[in-house]
């Protein structure tokens, strides 16, 4: 569906609205997608799809996955979250999980960023080279 000039700006303008302090608020997403709903200016599917595109973006921006071999205890995790949000800020979503097919270190996942110490990565990358 092609979008007006006009339904993304005020696309733009609903979701600079909806971020407080740095950190996309959900009452104001509620608030705003209801009243546009409400009012269905012209073109508010557009602005309302638009909308929920850079909502969609800005959660997966501010959400990281931290995958690990075995449980990390809880001293790393906080060193862990402390580092992230040293570089992402405050905010962010984090997720430790386990995946034993890394057979050691750490792949971290930050929206498109993703940190690879993996022992997997790593022996991809010998094979790879020879």
Same mark, same amino acid.
């Given at each position: 569906?092609?979008?007006?000039?006009?339904? !993304?700006? %005020? +696309?733009?303008?609903?979701? !600079?609205?909806?971020? #407080?302090?740095?950190?996309?608020?959900?009452?104001? &997403?509620?608030?705003?997608?209801?009243? #546009?709903? %409400?009012?269905?200016?012209?073109?508010? #599917?557009?602005?309302?799809?638009?909308?929920?595109?850079?909502?969609? /973006? %800005?959660? %997966?921006?501010? @959400?990281?996955?931290? $995958?690990?071999?075995? +449980?990390?205890?809880? $001293?790393? =995790?906080?060193?862990? @979250?402390? !580092? /992230?949000?040293?570089?992402?800020? =405050?905010?962010?979503?984090?997720?430790? @999980? =386990?995946?034993?097919?890394?057979?050691?270190?750490?792949?971290?996942? &930050?929206?498109?960023?993703?940190?690879?110490?993996? #022992?997997?990565? !790593?022996?991809?990358?010998?094979? $790879?080279?020879?």
């Amino acid at each position: 569906m092609k979008i007006s000039k006009q339904a !993304r700006r %005020e +696309a733009k303008e609903l979701f !600079r609205i909806s971020i #407080v302090n740095g950190v996309l608020d959900e009452n104001r &997403v509620r608030q705003a997608v209801s009243k #546009v709903a %409400e009012v269905k200016p012209r073109g508010y #599917v557009g602005i309302l799809s638009h909308y929920h595109r850079l909502v969609k /973006l %800005e959660i %997966e921006r501010r @959400t990281a996955k931290v $995958e690990s071999a075995v +449980a990390l205890p809880p $001293e790393i =995790q906080s060193e862990v @979250t402390n !580092r /992230l949000n040293k570089i992402y800020g =405050q905010g962010l979503n984090i997720s430790f @999980t =386990q995946n034993p097919a890394l057979l050691g270190g750490l792949r971290i996942k &930050v929206g498109s960023d993703v940190y690879d110490g993996s #022992v997997q990565a !790593r022996l991809e990358n010998l094979v $790879e080279s020879f």
